[in-house]
Structure formats: structure tokens, C-alpha cells
């Protein structure tokens, strides 16, 4: 099953949305999290971003979410340090954070290959908040 | 085609966790289903369909089935939103409930 990571500058968003994906996805799907710097400040780490790859990781691959700004420099850090058959397995969402996880993670939850879960999570992007009205 | 229609009760409509239940629950099944509101139908092993068709309360939804497993998936599902409608009489076959 594919497993997420989730990339924030807060750790509390990051664990907040974590909390978040599983009560609607359900247990099964492996989410790690990468909120805020090793010492516990807003931002990002490479070194965190690739610690929750390493544990998201199955042979089904990853797919990586973040919020914004720097998050993406950490995270390119995180991926020129992971092993070639490693990052061969991670792809980079687009997608919107909260939208994107939820979508994302059901998807995985279906047992469907990445570039599903990557497709489910990229339709977050076009989501209306306010459906039907 | 074997349909089926309920009435969501549940206060906050059909929201993200039932949805999403609903969607596993029906991607079990080979059938193709869909699942409309008025008349817009959206496949209902999509999450992001299933969310943009603004399920609210007192929306009366309908779930169509069609392949070999279609009875048994519109009464998976029935079971599956039974929490969120109003009880549903009749069983889901080749005609609609009342």
C-alpha cells in the first residue's frame, strides 16, 4: 500500500492533518510527518522530510505533500539524500495540503498503485469548498 | 439497472468520512456504480466526485449498480449509509424503491 508523507513548517499542522487522514481514511495507511526544523521551530528539515520517507516507504512507493515556500528546498535536500531505488519510488505532489491528503490517502486505502494516489491527490486542486452551492 | 433511493438525514449531509467509507465500501465491487444527486450522476468509487456533488440534508440520492455484482454492492452500500438516511424499504433490484 502507498504510504504519504506529510511536509509542513508547523508540526502541529502536520500532525493535526495527520490525525486528520487517518479518522477518514481509515488505519491501514502508513502516514508519516515532517512539521516544523529539528529543534522544534517553524520551518522545514531535510533531515526530518527524510526520516518520514524512510518510514512512509513501502515497495508500493511514497507520495510526498507539503505546504509551501521552503518546504520544497528541504524537501529536494531530503531526496538527493535517499538511495537511487528509494527516490525512484517517491513522487512529489502538487496538490493542495488538506484536500490532497484526504483525497490521496483514501485512494491508497483502495490498495491502488501511486500514479492513482498521485491523480487522486492532484484533483484536490480543483475542488470546490463549497459544493452545490 | 438495479437503483436505489435514499434521503441523507445526517445533519452535515454526506461528509467526508462517510464518504469515504462509502467509496471503499463500493470499490470492493466490480460493478460499475454511480451515485447521483438531482441529475448530475458522478462514479462512486471517487472520492473527489463523490464530495463535489454537495450531498446535503434532505438530498435524496440515488445509487445505480451495473455488472455481475450490482445487487450485492447497492446493498453493501445501503448498509454502509444506513447511519446517514432514512431507512430504506424494499430491496435493490431490476425496479426502484418507493
Redesign the interface.
Known amino acids: 500500500m502507498v504510504g504519504l508523507v506529510i511536509v509542513s513548517h508547523s508540526r502541529l499542522l502536520a500532525d493535526g492533518l495527520r490525525e486528520m487522514v487517518e ?4 488505519p491501514e495507511v502508513a502516514v508519516a510527518t515532517a512539521g516544523g526544523t529539528d529543534d522544534g521551530r517553524l520551518g522545514t528539515s531535510a533531515l526530518l522530510i527524510e526520516a518520514a520517507i524512510r518510514s512512509a516507504d513501502s515497495p508500493d512507493g511514497v507520495l510526498v505533500l507539503l505546504d509551501l515556500g521552503s518546504a520544497a528546498l528541504s524537501l529536494e535536500l531530503a531526496l538527493e539524500a535517499l538511495e537511487p531505488q528509494l527516490r525512484s519510488r517517491v513522487t512529489v505532489s502538487q496538490a493542495p495540503l488538506v484536500e490532497g491528503a ?2 490521496a490517502a ?2 491508497a ?2 490498495g491502488d498503485p501511486l500514479a492513482r494516489v498521485a491523480e ?1 491527490a492532484a ?2 486542486a480543483g ?2 469548498k ?4 | 439497472m438495479p437503483e436505489l433511493r435514499i434521503t441523507v438525514i445526517d445533519p452535515a449531509g454526506l461528509h ?2 462517510p464518504a ?2 462509502f ?2 465500501a463500493a ?1 470492493r465491487f466490480s460493478s460499475a456504480i454511480s451515485i447521483g ?1 438531482g441529475d448530475r450522476f458522478v462514479d462512486a ?4 466526485a463523490l ?6 440534508p434532505g438530498s435524496q440520492v440515488v445509487l445505480r449498480a451495473e455488472g455481475a455484482d450490482a445487487s450485492g454492492a447497492l446493498l453493501a452500500l445501503a448498509t454502509e449509509l444506513a447511519p446517514y438516511v432514512e431507512p430504506v424499504s424494499g430491496q435493490p433490484g431490476g425496479r426502484e424503491t418507493a
Open positions: 479518522q477518514v481514511a481509515g484526504v483525497l483514501v485512494q486505502s483502495l487522486a484533483a484536490a475542488m470546490s463549497l459544493p452545490g452551492a | 467526508a468520512r469515504a467509507k467509496v471503499q470499490s444527486n468509487k471517487s472520492l473527489v464530495l463535489s456533488l454537495g450531498v446535503r
